[in-house]
């Protein structure tokens, strides 16, 4: 009968992580970066412990789930507010008691983000559901743009349109991996002002963010790599954008733009630009991530279904911990959302987890 144990990231064996990167390797489902050990063990050494419950039968593993473990004993996503996919890492069509498994690990409950609605291990009937967007480059940049037109799309063609024009009058250069310190600094800047105008709280707004950030920057294997594309106009950063990529899949984690030169859409510009390099390389997935930003379904030319919800044993804890999910959400999209931000201390320490402390303007990135 299959056993549960917990282990600290680091403890994992070499013949553990073999079969994570076999398993990761093949299996569709799991192409995104944020599945790559690599991913996990950056997120152990600067975020703090990062466990994984490893379902195993006689000395074999069979499933992993990694996680970080609440003070209230409930299971979050690894790098939880940024983590665009996580879930279980295990070979296709393996069956688990996720019962025995939050019993063995310790755990009341796990909350999910972005599990892919395929693992139906986890996945809950009551969960809600949402499309996670990529542009398809299988056939090449060309044969992308052909498809976005051939559907009724011109965002794509205005798009390049402008971007020819932009670059004749702004002297215009692009950079798929550019050196990253100003950029990473630049791009948070942005992110940054965007979301306090929008009174949204984020972990881009937290001082770790920046060091976890920059640990992925210097983390380059075969299966994985992160570093920030520039698109230039006239010796300026135009716009801005943190790249993911584990093997034939990449992922825009954050981009951001210089609002002066907004008319030229940078940001979208940008967009096409690293799917038209990256293609080029063999990339045949750029994942823009879950949302119905007019960005990513004017671009997107593909989806795949994630789910969020929390998973346990029913119990009073367990009710109180989904409801306080929820409260939350209806608050977000609620009228109360202006008077809610005068609770930004709390809802950082939600966001950041016990360990948040308010930033010194030494170390603020905000």
């Known amino acids: 009968m299959p056993e549960v144990r917990t282990l600290r990231f680091a403890e994992l064996s070499p013949g553990d992580l073999a079969c994570w990167d076999a398993w990761q390797r093949a299996d569709s489902t799991l192409d995104s970066p944020c599945f790559r050990p690599e991913f996990l063990a950056v997120a152990d050494q600067v975020m703090g412990p990062v466990e994984v419950a490893v379902i195993h039968e006689q000395g074999e593993p069979l499933a992993f789930l990694p996680y970080q473990r609440s003070c209230f004993g409930v299971a979050r996503p690894v ?25 063995g690990s310790g755990l009341v409950a796990a909350e999910f983000q972005c599990v892919p609605a395929s693992q139906h291990n986890l996945v809950q009937d009551h969960w809600q559901k949402h499309e996670s967007h990529y542009l398809d480059l299988a056939d090449g940049f060309a044969a992308y743009c052909k498809a976005r037109k051939s559907v009724g799309s011109e965002t794509v063609e205005k798009t390049l349109r402008k971007g020819r024009r932009f670059e004749r009058e702004q002297n215009a250069r692009f950079e798929l991996r550019a050196p990253s310190e100003l950029p990473l600094k630049l791009l948070l800047e942005w992110k940054n002002k965007q979301h306090a105008e929008l009174g949204v709280v984020t972990p881009l707004q937290s001082p770790a963010t920046q060091r976890l950030l920059e640990g992925f920057l210097r983390t380059k294997t075969e299966r994985f790599e992160a570093f920030l594309s520039v698109l230039w106009g006239d010796d300026l950063p135009a716009g801005i954008a943190y790249i993911l990529r584990s093997g ?14 907004a008319r030229s859409s940078p ?33 997107a030319s593909g989806q795949v279904l994630v789910a969020e919800g929390m998973a346990g044993e029913t119990s009073l804890a367990l009710s109180c911990l989904e409801a306080w999910r929820l409260t939350k959400q209806w608050v977000k999209r609620s009228p109360l959302a202006i008077g809610v931000r005068m609770l930004r201390p709390l809802r950082k320490w939600w966001t950041y987890g016990e360990g948040y402390r308010p930033p010194r303007a030494a170390d603020s990135i905000e």
């Open 267 to 299: 940001g979208l510009l940008l967009l096409l630009k690293i799917a038209e390099a990256l293609a080029a390389e063999g990339v045949t997935r750029l994942h823009l991530g879950k949302g119905n930003e007019r960005f990513k379904t004017s671009l």
């Open 79 to 103: 790098v939880s507010g940024m983590n665009d996919f996580h879930g279980l890492i295990a070979p296709c069509g393996t069956q688990i008691d996720l019962q025995q498994l939050l019993r």
């Open 248 to 261: 034939p899949t990449a992922h825009c984690w954050f981009l951001g733009y210089d609002e002066q030169f």
